[in-house]
C-alpha cells in the first residue's frame, strides 16, 4: 500500500510539474516581444520625402521622393527623383531701355541613385553616408517688357544638362519603429552642357535681333541641404 502510496505521490508531483512548466511557458510566449527602435535591418524598405530650399514652406520650391531598401543592416541602395520651380518677379533697367515685368521661371529635374553606409550611435539614430551617378535637367525662360510706347519685348531660354557623382552625408532620426526624420548634406561633380536662346523683337525691324549659343564646363558644388521624414515597411 505504501509502494502505490507513494507512486501516486510522484505522479502527482510529475504533473503539477508539467503543468507548472507547460503554464510558464505559455505566459511567456504571451508576453509581447520587446519593440524594435529602428528599422535599420536587413530587408526593410522605405518611402522618402524630403524638402528642398523653401524651409518655410510658404511656396512649393522643390522636393525630393525617395526609395530605399536595406540588402544588409548598415547597407542600402536608394533611388530618387528631385522637382523643383523657381520663379521671379522684378523691375530691371538696361542701358538706355527701362525694362518692366521682368519675368523669370526655372524648372528642373534630378536623378540620383546612392549607396549608402549606416554607422548606428544609438538604438534610435544613425550616421550615414554614401555615393551615386547623378543626372538633371533643367529649363529657364525669362521674358520683359519695356515701358517705351514703341513696344519692344526680350525673351531667352536656356536647357541644361549634366551628369556627375553626387557624395552625401546625413542623420536619420527613428521617432518609432517605422517612422524617422533625416537631414542630408552633400557635394556634386559633374559634366554641364547648356543651350541659351534670346530674341528682341520691335516694331522696328533694326533693333530686332536673336542669338543662340552652346557652352560647356566642368563644376564642383554644394547639393542642397535637405530635411525628410521616411516611412519604412
Not at 522618402?48 to 530650399?53: F, K, L, M, T
Not at 538696361?94 to 544609438?122: D, N, P
Request: glycine share 8%.
Amino acid at each position: 500500500m505504501c509502494s502505490v502510496y507513494e507512486s501516486c505521490k510522484r505522479t502527482a508531483l510529475a504533473i503539477a510539474l508539467i503543468a507548472l512548466s507547460t503554464s510558464m511557458a505559455f505566459s511567456q510566449s504571451e508576453e509581447p516581444a520587446k519593440k524594435a527602435l529602428n528599422s535599420l535591418r536587413d530587408g526593410k524598405s522605405a518611402l522618402i520625402y524630403e524638402i528642398v530650399g523653401d524651409f518655410d514652406l510658404t511656396a512649393f520650391e522643390g522636393a525630393n521622393i525617395s526609395l530605399k531598401h536595406h540588402y544588409t543592416d548598415n547597407r542600402a541602395y536608394r533611388v530618387g527623383v528631385s522637382v523643383s520651380i523657381e520663379k521671379g518677379d522684378a523691375d530691371a533697367a538696361g542701358t538706355w531701355v527701362v525694362w518692366e515685368e521682368l519675368e523669370t521661371r526655372t524648372e528642373s529635374m534630378a536623378l540620383t541613385a546612392l549607396k549608402l553606409h549606416y554607422s548606428k550611435v544609438g538604438e534610435r539614430g544613425a550616421f550615414y553616408w554614401g555615393f551615386g551617378p547623378r543626372g538633371s535637367y533643367s529649363h529657364t525662360k525669362s521674358t520683359a517688357d519695356n515701358v517705351d510706347p514703341d513696344g519692344y519685348g526680350r525673351s531667352s531660354s536656356s536647357e541644361t544638362f549634366s551628369l556627375g557623382l553626387l557624395a552625401t552625408f546625413g542623420v536619420e532620426w527613428f521617432v518609432t519603429e517605422r517612422i524617422s526624420l533625416l537631414g542630408q548634406y552633400g557635394t556634386v561633380v559633374d559634366y554641364r552642357k547648356s543651350q541659351n536662346r534670346g530674341r528682341e523683337i520691335s516694331e522696328n525691324p533694326d533693333y530686332s535681333w536673336y542669338e543662340r549659343n552652346t557652352n560647356s564646363s566642368w563644376r564642383l558644388y554644394a547639393d542642397a541641404v535637405r530635411f525628410g521624414l521616411s516611412l519604412y515597411w
